[in-house]
């Protein structure tokens, strides 16, 4: 038994290293939920915001954006490593939605429409007073947007 030696400081330091990746994992993903506009899922360029008259300042903001994403999708990866506490999984679904990439739309609609996920994000928002996300299939006004461009 001589070979096993507990040093509590360094038992001590890792439970607070796995404590803080949770709660600082956990706030990333509320942050990110939160701030996300309601027709997130049903704009083709799911950007946040409105684009700003400079095109210089439209480029930072688009590359800040993707480069918060990729950090965000990273730090995800990370806490979906067994024995990191955290909500991995959900951490990158997050950093996907902030990322600009061709097919983006579609992925994003294929994760979300695996059971529950898009519902849980949707609690959340409504627990945070925001209102929930729209996709087009939860769209309120998709029949009449069907018969206006029928019409036409």
Known sequence: MDYII???N?????MAALLLSFALGTMVLIAVVATLP????????????GTPANPVLS???????NFIGLLVM????VLALPGVPGPGLPIVLVGL?????PGKQRLLKKLLSV??????????RVRLGKPPLISQDNNPFKEHNDAIADSQ
């Open 115 to 124: 059971p529950g996920v898009l519902g849980g994000i949707n609690a959340l």
């Open 38 to 49: 309601p027709t997130f899922l049903q704009t083709p360029d799911s950007s946040l915001g």
């Open 6 to 8: 507990f040093n509590w």
């Open 74 to 77: 990273a730090f995800g990866l």
């Open 10 to 14: 360094i038992i001590f330091w890792g």
């Open 97 to 101: 939605m902030l990322v600009d990439f």
């Open 59 to 65: 480029w930072v903001r688009r590359i800040g954006k």
